[in-house]
């Protein structure tokens, strides 16, 4: 059994639109928060701002926590490919320092295929991954605390 992965990931949103990298696979292209996993030593934070300059190069302001999620891939529809993963998901606002610098990072994750900005409105038409998050994103002006969203994919 592996160990619990921690994970960061940045809400990036600017003008109604939403900051995500874009990964290409054999059903064309999906979409994913710039973030990634927590190295040892590294606080969620510093791991948030290191990911976010190797997948979209920004340098971020990381703001209050918004979302947490768990994946336990045994319980998705993806558990062939990675039986024994189990992350929890740290999702952060941020805003960027230096938007005109957004782009392909030092570093992109495997698969990754580009950056998009989706507008929030639309994000229904993408392959938003957790598909569950999209709701959640549409309805940022409700505000409140931080909502844990549990095991979705």
Not at 9 to 33: S, T
Not at 73 to 94: G, K, L, N, R, Y
Request: with cysteine; aromatic share 6%.
């Amino acid at each position: 059994m592996k160990p619990i992965r921690n994970s960061a990931k940045a809400v990036i949103i600017r003008d109604g639109r939403l900051l995500a990298i874009e990964l290409c696979d054999e059903q064309g292209p999906w979409f994913a928060l710039p973030g990634g996993g927590q190295l040892a030593g590294e606080t969620l934070h510093q791991a948030l701002a290191r990911e976010c300059r190797e997948e979209v190069n920004a340098a971020v302001r990381i703001g209050p926590l918004r979302f947490v999620r768990e994946y336990i891939s045994a319980h998705h529809e993806f558990a062939h490919e990675d039986p024994d993963a189990h992350q929890v998901d740290f999702m952060f606002d941020c805003d960027l320092l230096n938007p005109e610098d957004v782009g392909p990072g030092t570093a992109p994750d495997v698969g990754q295929c580009g950056v998009r900005w989706l507008a929030l409105g639309d994000l229904s038409e993408h392959r938003l991954y957790p598909l569950e998050l999209r709701a959640h994103l549409m309805d940022l002006d409700a505000g409140g605390p931080p909502v844990y969203l549990g095991d979705i994919n």
